[in-house]
Each structure stands twice: as structure tokens, then as C-alpha cells.
């Protein structure tokens, strides 16, 4: 069993799903660029959900991404999970691991504070990317660090420091890191989607939610 990645199991009433793909009749697709726009969307959601949590994303067809200059137009699958909520909000470790690197990557729509975590399992070797954090959160790591289950990994980031989005974790599992440090695809051209899923496969069961997710 791992640890809950918000520090405690969500129960049905804690989170809600949160839809930002082509099936979601509420969003307006000519402004779900506009980072103003997003914050509201995802505000409103939680709000009227009353939740503190928003959760989703994984293999969504999204075309949110063409407003930056580092994804082309062909990439639009999201890869990992998304769990939306305030700046600030601590994330645990689910797993043993060792910090396999991370970065700083601060492009318009990138991670942001990204962290890479490495796991030895019965079944092998895998990772656990963490995207979207505070900067704080990558103060006095190391290559190699060990990282206990349910210590205290990071802090969601705010606008400034995540990559520019309203605040929230992506959560993405990547069997083979393909030599990437720091840094791992996480939106993709449909054509490569065989090769990503086998390679990122959903993330969500180590979440710790009770229920499968509900609609918003």
C-alpha cells in the first residue's frame, strides 16, 4: 500500500473530477489559454463541487497547450494525472525512492519545480515525476537523496514558479526515463500514444482516493 499522496486518503467528499479535454461542454476552448480563465474554471469547480481537491487528466485529449511555443501542435495527450488545489499544499512520498534528479524548467506551460523520483519494486525499476511545485521544494536535494515513504517531498507552486498555471500537481509514473533528467514528456503527439502508455501508465492508484472519480 502507499502512502496518500496529500498526506491522507481522499474520501468521495474531499475531491472532484476535473474535465479539461475536448468532451467537456463547459469549457470555452477559445479561452482555455488565458491563464485567468483556467483559475476560474478550476475555482469555480471545486466551489460549486465543494472540494478541496480537483483530480484527472490522464490520456485527455486537450488542445490547452497551443498557446505556448514549447509544444508543437501535434502534442495535445496529457500523460499524467492532474490534482488541482491551493498553492502551498504539501505532497508526500507514496514510495521509498531516491531523488533521480530535478529541475527548474520555466517555460510558459512547462513543470515549473520538478521533481524525479526512482523506485525498486518486485516488477523492477520505475519513477515518479512531480511537476508544478514551489521552488522552496527543490532546496537541498541531491542526486541520490533518499526519500522515505510519507515524508513530506514538496509544495505545490504558485503561478510564478510553476510554469504559470493555477496551482496543482502533475503526477506521472514513467517505467524508463529515456535518458531525461529533470524533464519527461508529459503531453504527447497522438501518433507516439502506444509507446507512452505502455511507458506511463496511470498514475491515480497511488493518489490514495476511496472511489473511482466522479464526474464534476
Same mark, same amino acid.
Given at each position: 500500500m502507499a502512502f496518500p499522496l496529500l498526506g491522507k486518503k481522499l474520501r468521495t467528499e474531499d475531491y472532484c473530477r476535473i474535465i479539461l479535454g475536448e468532451e467537456n461542454p463547459d469549457l470555452d476552448f477559445e479561452w482555455t489559454s488565458d491563464p485567468l480563465y483556467l483559475e476560474e474554471y478550476i475555482s469555480s469547480t471545486l466551489e460549486r463541487n465543494q472540494v478541496e481537491f480537483g483530480i484527472g487528466g490522464y490520456l485527455e485529449?486537450?488542445?490547452?497547450? !497551443? &498557446?505556448?511555443?514549447n509544444f508543437s501542435a $501535434?502534442?495535445?495527450?496529457?500523460? *499524467?494525472?492532474d490534482v488541482w488545489g491551493n498553492a502551498g499544499t504539501q505532497i508526500y512520498a507514496p514510495l521509498d525512492g531516491l531523488v533521480h534528479?530535478?529541475?527548474?524548467? #520555466? /517555460? &510558459?506551460? #512547462?513543470?515549473g519545480g520538478t521533481i524525479i523520483l526512482r523506485h525498486e519494486s518486485e516488477h523492477g525499476i520505475f519513477h515518479t515525476l512531480y511537476?508544478?511545485?514551489s521552488l *522552496?521544494? /527543490? $532546496? *537541498? /536535494? @541531491?542526486?541520490g537523496k533518499t526519500i522515505r515513504e510519507g515524508e513530506v517531498l514538496a509544495k505545490l507552486g504558485d503561478w510564478d514558479e510553476n510554469g504559470g498555471w493555477p496551482p496543482h500537481l502533475h503526477f506521472? =509514473? =514513467?517505467?524508463?526515463? !529515456?535518458?531525461? @533528467? *529533470? #524533464?519527461?514528456?508529459?503531453?504527447?503527439e497522438e501518433r507516439d500514444l502506444d509507446f507512452y502508455r505502455g511507458n506511463c501508465? #496511470? &498514475?491515480?492508484?497511488?493518489?490514495?482516493?476511496?472511489?473511482n472519480l466522479?464526474? &464534476?
Open positions: 485529449k486537450r488542445n490547452i497547450y !497551443q &498557446a505556448s511555443e $501535434e502534442r495535445n495527450i496529457h500523460l *499524467g494525472v534528479s530535478f529541475k527548474y524548467n #520555466d /517555460l &510558459a506551460f #512547462d513543470y511537476g508544478h511545485l *522552496g521544494s /527543490l $532546496e *537541498g /536535494l @541531491e542526486k506521472q =509514473i =514513467i517505467r524508463e526515463m !529515456q535518458g531525461f @533528467e *529533470g #524533464d519527461y514528456v508529459g503531453v504527447c501508465p #496511470d &498514475a491515480t492508484y497511488l493518489i490514495g482516493i476511496e472511489n466522479t464526474n &464534476a
